[in-house]
């Protein structure tokens, strides 16, 4: 599969017909919302896990040398807490040049943190895209975000930036805070 997502991503019809789509965000997106929303409310998603083993071209590296962001893998019985978005179906053009590095639109049941849920979506790039890094060590992960740069800035700012906005929300991620971790160390 090709990493560029976007036409895939607009054939996506499941929402097809409603004025309004919740959008559960887990990296950037929770802290970089560059969109309009209705409305927003931290939430999350069940049996996946958040890992820095997506490459980044387009935004936190370059073709050259790509950066580390997230992405979702599953794991039976994990909890990923982020941010859930209200958002118009117009929104989803910016949303999928975003994240045109891999990621697809999935459907998710989505749980907010007063325990009602909801149905919605969520951009995963899963291990099949051309851009997946893969599994490495959190202190490996580290060294690479130390090093990537990219037209967004720098990798590390991409990490510094997550690991606050969940802490900001009371939630832990001990993957994301070893990261963080042996970033300062270095
Ligand atoms: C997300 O934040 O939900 C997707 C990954 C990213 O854009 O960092």
């Not at 590095?101 to 998710?108: I, K, S, V």
Request: proline content about 4%; overall charge negative.
């Amino acid at each position: 599969m090709s990493h560029d997502t976007i036409a895939i991503n607009q054939r996506m019809d499941k929402f097809d017909g409603h004025h309004s789509v919740w959008l559960f965000g887990y990296g950037s997106l929770i802290y970089k919302a560059d969109f309009p929303f209705i409305e927003r409310r931290p939430a999350s998603i069940a049996n996946w896990t958040r890992r820095f083993w997506q490459g980044s071209h387009d935004h936190r590296g370059t073709e050259a040398a790509p950066g580390r962001v997230v992405t979702l893998v599953h794991a039976a019985g994990a909890v990923c807490d982020g941010m859930a978005y209200l958002i118009t179906p117009q929104v989803f053009a910016h949303l999928d040049h975003r994240e045109k590095n891999g990621y697809l639109r999935l459907a998710t049941d989505i749980t907010f943190d007063d325990a009602t849920t909801t149905e919605g979506l969520v951009y995963i790039a899963t291990a099949d895209n051309a851009a997946f890094l893969g599994p490495a060590s959190e202190y490996d992960i580290a060294v690479h975000i130390a090093a990537s740069h990219g037209p967004s800035g720098p990798n590390r700012d991409y990490l510094m930036e997550l690991a606050q906005a969940l802490r900001a929300m009371g939630k832990d991620d001990p993957h994301v805070f070893a990261i963080e971790a042996f970033l300062g160390s270095l």
